[in-house]
């Protein structure tokens, strides 16, 4: 040929029948197309609500598709891969991209997830046109069918979603374009087989395309060859792919396709027709969208259509239908009657009748999930239209479709969307209306405390963000503060002001069991406080500025919950809130706004309702205070009716602190301030209580020894009976040392108390577990062999509850236990509390057995150190408190500890980065408080002081995992609130705020144990600079004794209530201080 231009790709080479420049027009067309399907995509993907594609809850929710699973297998190697044997490559094609992509501009995963799509509908787009060009279809009429492709509904609600049908209909327009190429070159076998790999690794179905590209091209006999080596390669990719995404199905196996069954239709004609009708006419028209509630899905709703009224979604959408019946009548009469594109035409017709067919019978009622892969057949079929007489006719129906298709589509898309947006979860539709309205004022979602009295239900819990945001119970409804211009313009919020600009600070009372919340800002200061169960005060007070402050409530807050109705009683300057609550109080300058957040000027407009409803939850009220200075509103809620399931008594000696460093007596107050606000019922909790609802033992261990040592001994007491009762049981999973922390917790508080009445009510308890430590000692059995014999309650929620039978050891450790070797750490300490328990209640036989096997048990340790207990993060946070079990250790402990300090900290002893589980390093610096070395405890101190999640309130976070079974993210019940959406950290974390209570406390005055008799330790973590002054700390209980001691920059003056016991000073103190006890010198010891 005259002008041929020679093409190579590594060995293969074909020839162009013109120069490339020849084509250059339609290099840009196509180019031009691609862009605006990528940008309608992209424009589109943003509009679908984020809960979709990330929740699994939202599983079948948008038209039946697996969106949240698709997304995984695209983002993570953790995904569930089960449905790749439907799906054979999906992953090793798509993860790279979304993985590369993320990294390379930064984007979280949805986000390239989103751009990925809008590549593949590019690359869809301009490989159609091309395909419309083999056809020898003239570039106006290529365009036009690319177009309505472009604006078909397949495309716009489907190339907006990370779903494998993107890239499925672009395998099946790949291979139309290379069966159009065929018709012009001879290709080698390696090309049928990389096709057909194309082809099959998506959609196991769309190797038809492939398959019959090489049916046309060869005889029966090499089709099967080049067949079974596509089959060969494609496993061959599979095994590969396998190595990373391990639970991925295997797809050429019978059982792939005898698993479908349950999707076949067994429904009378009227379901296929329905199919029928789907698969011509909603591929390209949407029908009306109507929503009903979803069977499966609480709180979702899901999208249905009439298939069989295609025209029903507008006016445009029953033209469309008209057009498009007569544009497919001319194609279908082209197809037949066209006289070349032999390969294509047969190919492209047995591909459209096998589509047809397999989406008749198979889930037929949803067909329109599959909608991508038909609308490349249909288009190629009806464009050839174009190769006939009826060219200009087709041309014309087209382009007015192309208006009214796109007109129709696009207005049931965003009526989707929109509607889709107010549904899920409580906080899926936070987040709907997050993405919908950036611009919008939302949540902090960072730092929030607890408000509430110890014991109270779950529910009557208040929480509080800094800044001053408030929810009066869970679920309730956010109060905000807002400060604007004088033309109503917002400035800032509760939720903006950042961090550093906010001061707050309890405020106690001995009359409340809760105390004031204080925050200072430099527009306004705010004060929380109780009034009684279920009323809650705010005093609002402004300096005088330009600026105009404005309370906010609305649905969102840090508890938050829908507002479906407001009402305004201005006679009593009240306002009522879901038929339910009621704001008192309202200045009588101030004026009341009510309306609905999706106002889209609800931030500034001004209604004169005086109620409001809205079925979707999303009524407000602003109150501007105008002039007012000054507001003390009252929150009510009149179905709070109990208070709190322990009975709150007065502490008669409450423990008071007079020391140099105010942040040391502010930080241990809120500790035990945060550790008795989140008590539910005659629970702990490990966490926010709403993160994780089920009490965990070893976490509640610590808070009831803290609470404990703090002088909160009546509560101690009946938090008891959940510890003495579970044995094996931490939260929902049994860990051996559990056992052990019951012993200790339950024996630390009988000591505090020093009550007989008390020891005899544990000691059953405690002697069960004594003897499980033993039997766990001396089994190494597989399992956990005492489980049946151990009690578990857990009547509360049977349903979490699990036993795992965990291998134990054969070639354990003697005396150790071999399901779990460091749970032997905290065993010891048990045996021995169990011992001096006994030896109270005459129960010398059980006490010796049990002292004995402790000795057995530190001896085995002290064998095991070098090779194995150095190497375990129990030994440095648990060695010589709360065990003691490294008492005998102390040099190599101390060697171990100071390897994870140089490896962890700065030359400062700051902390290289936040842990994840704060508590381990407040337990490590323990060790080293008992290892006198109170410079280190200091530096852990200040910084946590400098890192709190809610500043001037001493709250910490944690993990939520603290065992060897995750926690269910379900098992959080925020997903039902409108409030701490996708918090960065679980905060607050009471085990960690147990451990610096405890850390603290000791730092005043601890019992030494491990003397030749026991001594009371005072001020081991009392630094230099304090000795300049005088201080003391009042009533602080330790080992059943009341500890009251003074230091006047002298000597230290010491009052002791209780069994006497020798007396010694921290190491910061000169050796030669005096001590006074009670009027009597004594020499200090060393």
Known sequence: MKHLQTIKLGRFKFSLPKPIGFYRVDFLIAFVLSVVIAIASYIGARQIPEPLITDLYAQDVWFGSDIPTVFGNMSSTDSDFGRNNKHPLFPLLTFPLVFGISKVLQVDPVESARILTAIVAALWVATLFATLRLMRCRRLDATLFSLLGVVSAATMFWFTVPESFSFGSFTIIAGLAFIALTQYYDFSPIWYILVGLLTVSITITNWMVAFF??????RWKKTIAISVLTILAATALWIMQRVVFTNSGFPFQPGT????????????????????????????????????????????????????????????????VGLWTVLLGLGIWS????????????????????????????????????????????????????????RLLGLA???????????????????????????????????????????????????????????????????????????????????????????????????????????????????????????????????????????????LNVPKSDLKPVVVIRSVGPAGGAIQSLKLDPQN??????????????????KVYLGSERSPNWLKEQTSATQFEDELGWGYARIALGNNSSAQLVIEDP?????????LTRNPAPLELSLPDSQFTASLNAQIAHLLMS???????????????LPRLRDGAYQLVALARAGQLDIARQLSPYFAETDLINSTVPEADIPAVGVWSLASVAEQLNDPAYDRSVWPAIRRKAELIRELIATNRPGYPTAKASEAPFSEHPDFLKVELTGGNMMATPNLISIDESASIMSYRALLDAAKLGDRLQQKADASRWREQANQLKAAWQKEFEPFFSQVDTTYTSGLWPSGIAVSNQQELTQGLQQRWDGSRNAEGELNEAPESPHFNLAETHQWL??????KVWATLRWFWQNQSSPGLFTWWGSNDEGPVATPKSLSKWQWVRGWINPAQVTPHYWTAAEMLLLQLDMLAYVDSTANSPTLVIGAGVPKEWLKQPFGVKNLRLAGRLVNWQWDGKQMNVQLQGEKMNIRLGSTFPADTPIKIGGADQPAQA
């Open 213 to 218: 590209a090489t049916a046309v091209n060869y």
């Open 257 to 320: 396709f005898i698993g479908e069954k349950k999707f076949i239709t067994v429904e009378g004609p009227s379901t296929k027709l329905a199919a029928i009708s789907s698969f011509f006419y909603q591929t390209l028209i949407m029908p009306a969208v109507q929503f009903t509630d979803h069977p499966l899905r609480p709180g979702w709703v899901q999208p249905v259509v009439n298939t069989f009224a295609p025209g029903s979604g507008s006016l445009w959408g029953a033209i469309s």
């Open 335 to 390: 197809f037949f009657t066209h006289k070349g594109d032999v390969k294509l035409r047969i190919a492209l017709g047995l591909t459209l009748l096998c589509q047809l067919l397999i989406h008749s019978i198979y889930g037929a009622g949803e067909t329109f999930i599959y909608s991508l892969h038909f609308i490349p057949l249909l288009l190629v079929f009806v464009a050839f239209t174009s190769l006939s007489r009826f």
């Open 397 to 539: 129906l087209t382009a007015l479709l192309i208006l009214s298709v796109g007109i129709n589509n696009r207005t049931q898309f965003n009526q989707a969307t929109a509607t889709i947006a107010n549904y899920g979860t409580p906080q899926q539709r936070v987040l709907s209306q997050m993405q919908a309205r950036p611009t919008d004022p939302w949540l902090r979602n960072q730092g929030h405390v607890l408000l509430a009295t110890p014991g109270s239900d779950l529910d009557s819990k208040a929480y509080y963000e800094p800044g001053g945001s408030f929810s009066p119970g869970v679920g309730s409804f956010g109060l905000s503060i807002w400060v604007t211009d004088t033309q109503g313009n917002l400035k800032f919020t509760s939720d903006t002001i950042p961090l550093e600009k906010i001061q707050q600070q309890f405020v106690y009372s001995p009359q409340s069991a809760v105390p004031e919340l204080l925050t200072k800002t430099e527009y306004y200061q705010a004060v929380w406080s109780l009034v009684k169960p279920g009323s809650w005060k705010l005093q």
């Open 573 to 590: 300057r009240g306002l009522q809130i879901n038929q339910r609550w009621r704001v008192t109080n309202l200045p009588s300058q101030s």
């Open 639 to 647: 179905q709070v009716v109990s208070t709190s399931a322990l009975n």
């Open 679 to 693: 008590l539910v019922g005659d629970r702990t909790r490990p966490n926010d209580p709403v993160n994780h609802p």
């Open 930 to 935: 008992f290892l006198n070395q109170p410079d």
